[in-house]
């Protein structure tokens, strides 16, 4: 069974900042890994996919890389921004399923 | 642009309602799914359905039940509302091709008194 992990669980940073978002996953059979973010209270908004036969996306000021091999992806933030507080998710969509499972996600505090 | 929407942003209702929430996507896309999320636990996926008057459970299907008559509507029924089923409920599509992105809806927060 596919596990997701996000750490750290929150994090805090001035304005400013580059940062970097981890997902791991267990099961390296994948067919894509999603990123989203999501404000309080709010749907998750798609930011990047990723497909099992690509290494990274670039949208912006992010950029998402992926290392089947050893289970990790990461979202890379540049300058961040007071705008970018929110939750960061990713998910993997499994080769042999239609189902995505999720992290629980990062906590991003971007702080003026 | 991509469209999900879900039929209710806020929802209060009663024990033991039946209640009704409702998903249409304008994307033409095949997958459909329904998702809870709650405080430490995450996004679980309650059921999720691959073609008109298909479904399939997913991780919590328990106390829940869908329909999908059409390809662009997707309905979650709570056959008797409990208090531990107070969540927020988001609705999502992908299609069955490349790229397989999934876009969700702004979710419904439902409480139940």
């Known amino acids: 069974k596919q596990e997701v992990t996000q750490i750290p669980a929150a994090l805090s940073v001035p304005e400013g900042e580059n940062l970097v978002l981890n997902c791991s996953f267990t099961d390296s059979a994948i067919y894509n890994l999603q990123w989203f973010r999501q404000d309080p209270g709010k749907g998750l908004t798609s930011l990047l996919l990723i497909q099992s036969s690509q290494r990274e996306q670039t949208s912006g000021r992010l950029n998402a890389s992926l290392d089947k091999s050893s289970g990790r992806s990461t979202l890379y933030i540049a300058a961040s921004q007071p705008g970018d507080s929110a939750t960061y998710l990713c998910a993997v969509r499994n080769t042999n399923a239609g189902k995505s499972t999720f992290g629980d996600g990062t906590t991003l505090t971007v702080k003026p | 642009d991509v469209k999900v929407t879900q039929s209710s942003r806020y929802l209060v209702k009663r024990t033991g309602e039946k209640v009704f929430l409702e998903c249409v996507q304008d994307?033409?896309?095949?997958?459909m799914f329904w998702y809870r999320q709650d405080p430490g636990l995450g996004l679980r996926l309650i059921y999720f359905?691959?073609?008109?008057?298909?479904?399939e459970k997913g991780d919590i299907p328990e106390g829940y039940s869908v329909s999908r008559e059409k390809k662009e509507r997707f309905s979650l029924i709570l056959e008797s509302a409990s208090t531990n089923q107070t969540s927020m409920y988001l609705c999502?599509?992908?299609?069955?091709?490349?790229?397989?992105?999934?876009?969700f809806g702004p979710g419904t927060r439902l409480t139940v008194t």
């Open positions: 999502a599509s992908s299609s069955t091709g490349v790229p397989y992105e999934q876009y």
């Open positions: 994307m033409d896309h095949e997958n």
């Open positions: 359905s691959y073609d008109v008057k298909m479904k």
